[in-house]
């Protein structure tokens, strides 16, 4: 792609993201209401999908507040946080042989570093507000995303040792002859979980839980603050779906009678749909029981994923 | 990498951060105010909070950072291994084992002394009662 | 006298008590509900009540009267209040009720290190008719604001709000009712720190998600778990007991679907019992079964909202939805036989509003066929859920003991495998024609209060069936001359009977002069409603026993040790609602 291209293709990428992530916030409405028999939002529009502009502007006729309680600074900063390391998450993304912003041998690192950043943004929020349910939500997302993080990190080596890089691209094309879900299994099982733990969406939104905390880290916030953390979090749910696809599914490969970008974005659909599924059917574990399942379950799967994979890998290639 | 190329993505951070702004500034703009008795108090399901909320925190959360600290920094090293991977053939594989053997004991060993229960409370005052029946 | 075993006796927990309790020394008194009731001095009342703890182990319920502006009370001692103990024993079942007479000042010994539920009874007590107990580990209001003046069940005291000053909050009022709420570790014996740990003390409530309604626990926190919790009632109380002696025998009956308001007319059923009982009025088999068949619709229709909030509470989202749509169901078929639909307040002195309407069969048939498909669907969905076992198995156990110890019935008891249900073991209400089974579990958590619950609804819908089977025919009212209001046939026939109907509905029924109490096994345990009648249009004191308060005072036991999450499926588990609690 040319410079000027790639640019606009930048743009696009910016509008596409955030129009998604408030478009799912609708479309994910919807999608429970029919599991859950009831309707959802469908007044508005054909549909209800005008809903989406209807919160947008109730979220920014709200009142602009900072508690004055608060480490002020900080507490504006954090919900930033989250939607800009996100969105720079998306940078990495390749959608199709040539759609990408970056494409740079340490693409898969970059991801991490973004996902990394957008736990301070959590914890921040948290410890910022001087609320004590915020407080232990914070507290909770601290522990629960920093353990993740290792876990998600880690599960993600089996995919480099067989690609044998961190370039995106080079990922996707080393899947050609078989899809990597196919042989990294456990990595994929265990990205999956450090996902959505990563995302904190239900069943794990343990910082958020608002039957416990009421609104754990994000009590104190409203308005346009508060629309940025759920903003950011449904980039998240976009950005690991895109991610899964990418490291596990194959990426834009598909059969040559559609478009690269539309089995990016097939492929893609069906993991959101996914998630949030798991969100209208699975109950919230226990704090400990999430932190257990992680260090006792995870940690072991990823070294053992480490080792039978290096181990099957070089024995194959003699 | 020639500068040309990241020129696009410097955009994009710049686009990002534009956007960020203008939503903070517009909802300051359009945002009504409001200030009712209650508006400045701390939400504490609606009554005056009593007590710091800076508290000392209990010391399971430090050791779960200092485990993110051990196991990161193990991450860190196994992500040079792995992009390296079959360059270093079975003499890294071999090394690596023996770095990862060496965490697992770690991790056993954290596992054994408690570290990793911090969660399993009991009831006060049920000594004595029933064990649990199984559930079918 | 007093040492005298059950042996001696007719094999009865009454028949011991009898045998204990001679007219000679104890002055007895004849209430219309046939529960032995015995006054006893202050002085020997501890003496008395240890000895017999071990007979009738459960204090089901403390409360104060009243007397000094009572009539009719012949034969008892004299006295300006008195203090009602009301014991049960399970197995055999056997009640007894003893009373103390006070003379003001009025001052009691407590008895909390008998009963560790007295505590919250004796509160109460205090609030509303300012009886003190002497050695009260912490006598304080518990239903009223601490900055309320005057006792509000003391006959002085204005019972309406014309009779008081208007209301008005301003800000000084609000600022002073804020810091009255505010939470003081140190009035409760609790310290801010200790050497190597500082405490967080977090109010969850009144304003909270999962405390199903206006109810507050301050806690006291060490990172997330909980050393002790303080719960804080009173926000829903609104003066039921109260307006019992302002509205007549008949008009009460609406304010009563509002106190277990998940339980509809299953309210109706507590309070008429006891009504009918101190009238002597026998209800029709048609009535009774129509009562049976609604009451346990509406048992049915409170544990579906209980089963979807509990696996709401423990964060699965979805499964309340589908509680909810087929309570819905359930409403549709209260409407058509009612017109209401969660308070119908359908039942009537000596009977029911109306005869059940043309295709009532159909409705209710589709209904219970459909729902067995429904319950296994959903056992699979949340009961079978590996993450909702690991969050509530274990969790939040009581023992038999204790929950004898705590005047805990209903449900939450036979989940800690006391196998005791009213409706079999002293039917009432034509009960003793149903075949049902009591469904009991054993580990007393909060997995079991749920299993409890949802075999209930499945024996609910087989007693339906029967009312739908054996539906008898014949009046739906009583033709006792004090049924409200009379059959409608009857009142043309002359002045007499025109005069008679006319005074019925205009002031109300005159019920003799008594007192009783018969209990029910309402949704969530056992409710009753003890009345005292002196003889007039409206009850002198009306007193309601619901099982929801007896369960919330036992939180802070169940919840000590365990973390905040643990507290939540506790509360969504044992089943309360705030109405029942506070009235």
């Given at each position: ?84 390391a996100m969105?720079l998450g998306f940078a990495v993304v390749p959608m199709s042989p040539d759609m990408h912003?970056l494409d740079v041998n340490i693409g898969l690192l970059f991801f991490l570093g973004m996902t990394s950043l957008a736990v ?22 601290a522990a629960q995303m920093i353990s993740y993080e290792v876990f998600m990190g880690l599960s993600l080596m089996g995919v480099v040792m067989l690609s044998g890089s961190f370039s995106l691209q080079a990922i996707v094309r080393a899947q050609e002859d078989m899809w990597f879900c196919v042989h990294q299994f456990l990595g994929l099982y265990v990205f999956l979980i450090a996902g959505i733990a990563e995302s904190h969406r239900?069943p794990f939104?343990l ?29 998240g749910l976009i950005l690991i779906s895109c991610m899964m696809t990418t490291l596990f599914f194959g990426g834009w490969l598909g059969p040559g009678?559609?478009?690269p970008?539309?089995w990016f974005v097939l492929k893609t659909g069906l993991i959101i749909l996914f998630f949030?599924l798991l969100?209208?059917a699975i109950?919230?574990p226990r704090y400990d029981q999430l932190m257990s399942l992680g260090w006792k379950v995870m940690l072991p799967l990823t070294l053992v994923n480490l080792a039978a994979t290096g181990a099957i890998a070089l024995w194959m290639e003699g | 990498m ?58 399971e959360?430090?050791l779960i950072a200092i485990f993110f600290v051990i196991f990161d920094l193990e991450t860190v090293f196994i992500f040079a291994w792995a992009i390296a991977f079959f360059e270093l053939g079975w003499a890294g594989y071999a090394a690596i084992m023996v770095f990862i053997v060496v965490l697992g004991v770690a991790l056993i060993y954290e596992w054994r002394s408690g570290a990793l229960d911090w969660g399993q ?16 | ?385 590996s993450i909702?076992?690991q ?193």
């Open positions: 792609m040319s410079e000027m291209s790639t640019l606009l293709y930048g743009l696009v990428l910016l509008a596409g993201a955030v129009g998604l992530a408030a478009g799912l916030t609708w479309f994910e409405r919807r999608l429970l209401g029919i599991w859950q028999d009831r309707y959802g939002p469908n007044r508005l529009g054909p549909l209800g999908a005008l809903q989406v502009l209807a919160d947008m502007l109730k979220l920014l006729t709200k009142d602009d507040w900072v508690p004055p309680f608060a480490d002020r600074v900080v507490f504006v900063f954090a919900p930033t946080a989250i939607v800009i969105l912003l301070y943004s959590v914890l921040l929020g948290g410890l910022a507000s001087n609320n004590k349910y915020a407080l232990l939500g914070g507290l909770r997302s239900l939104d910082p958020e839980a608002e039957h416990e905390l009421t609104a754990g880290f994000h009590t104190e916030y409203g308005g346009m603050k508060f629309a940025m953390f759920m903003l950011g979090e449904y980039l009678f559609l478009p970008l539309v949030i969100r209208a109950p919230r | 020639r500068s040309t190329e990241l020129l696009p993505f410097v955009v994009y951070f710049a686009a990002v951060i534009l956007l960020v702004a203008t939503m903070l500034g517009l909802s300051w703009l359009l945002g009504q105010r409001r200030a009712n008795k209650a508006t400045n108090m701390p939400f504490e399901s609606g009554v005056i909070s009593v007590g710091s909320s800076q508290i000392q925190l209990s010391v959360f430090y409370k009991t009831r006060r005052g049920l000594e004595g009662a029933p064990p649990i029946e199984e559930t079918p | 006298m007093l040492g005298a075993g059950m042996t001696d006796s007719a094999g009865t927990a009454e028949g011991a008590a009898d045998a204990r309790f001679g007219a000679d020394r104890f002055v007895p008194q004849d209430c219309p509900d046939g529960t032995p009731t015995y006054w006893v001095e202050a002085g020997e009342l501890r003496k008395v009540l240890r000895e017999l703890k071990p007979d009738f182990p459960m204090l089901y319920d403390l409360f104060g009267i009243d007397e000094r502006l009572r009539e009719k009370r012949d034969g008892q001692p004299p006295a300006d209040f008195s203090v009602v103990y009301h014991l049960l024993s399970l197995t055999p079942f056997g009640q007894l009720r003893i009373k103390v007479p006070v003379i003001e000042p009025a001052e009691v010994p407590s008895v909390v290190d008998i009963w560790p539920n007295a505590n919250w009874y004796e509160r109460e007590a205090w609030d509303m008719f300012g009886i003190r107990f002497s050695g009260h580990p912490n006598l304080r209001r518990i239903l009223l604001p601490p900055t309320w003046e005057g006792h509000a069940l003391r006959k002085e005291h204005p019972a309406r709000a014309t009779e008081m000053e208007p209301f008005s909050l301003d800000a000084d009022r609000q600022d002073m009712e804020q810091d009255a709420l505010l939470f003081r570790p140190e009035e409760w014996g609790m310290e801010r720190a200790t050497e190597d740990t500082e405490f967080m003390f977090l109010n969850l409530g009144p304003n909270h998600p999962s405390v199903h309604g206006v109810f507050r626990i301050a806690l006291q926190l060490d990172g997330e778990v909980v050393i002790d919790a303080v719960p804080d009632i009173g926000y829903h109380h609104r003066g039921a007991e109260k307006m019992g002696e302002r509205q007549t025998w008949h008009s009460y009956i609406p304010y009563t679907d509002r106190i277990d308001y998940l339980g509809g007319v299953m309210n109706n059923l507590a309070y008429l019992q006891t009504v009918e009982t101190l009238a002597g009025i026998s209800v029709p088999p048609r009535a009774q079964v129509i009562r049976i068949m609604l009451a346990e619709l509406f048992r049915v229709s409170s544990h579906l909202v209980f089963y979807g909030t509990f696996a709401q509470d423990v964060g699965q989202m979805s499964p309340v939805f589908y509680m909810f749509a087929d309570r819905e169901r359930l409403f549709g078929i209260v409407e058509a036989i009612t017109g209401g639909r969660m308070h119908p307040a359908w039942f009537r002195v000596g009977g029911v509003a109306q005869d059940l309407p043309e295709g009532w069969d159909t409705m209710v048939r589709e209904f219970i066929d459909a729902m067995p498909a429904r319950l296994d669907h959903y056992e699979k969905m949340a009961m079978q859920n909702l076992q969050r509530t198995v274990g969790i939040g156990r009581c023992t038999q003991a204790e929950a004898i110890d705590w005047g805990i019935t209903g449900p939450n008891l036979r989940a800690t495998g006391v196998d005791f249900d009213l409706r079999r073991d002293r039917p009432y209400g034509g009960y003793e024609q149903f075949e049902f089974e009591v469904p009991v579990f054993h580990n007393g958590d909060c997995y079991d209060r749920a299993r409890v619950r949802i075999e209930e609804i499945r024996q609910s819908l087989g007693i339906i069936r029967q009312c739908l089977d054996n539906m008898p025919e014949g009046p739906f009212k009583s033709e006792h001359k004090l049924t409200t209001p009379p059959p409608r046939e009857r009142m043309l026939e002359d002045i007499e009977t025109l005069i008679h109907h006319f005074l019925n509905v205009s002031w109300g029924p005159v019920i003799p002069a008594g007192e009783a109490c018969v209990p029910i096994e309402a949704t969530k345990g056992i409710n009753g409603y003890h009345l005292v009648s002196d003889g007039g249009t409206t009850s002198y004191r009306t007193r309601i026993r619901t099982p929801s308060f007896a369960l919330l005072q036992q939180i802070p036991l169940l919840s000590r040790g365990l973390m905040i999450p643990d507290l939540i499926a506790i509360i969504a588990s044992i089943d309360f609602v705030m109405a029942d609690v506070d009235r």
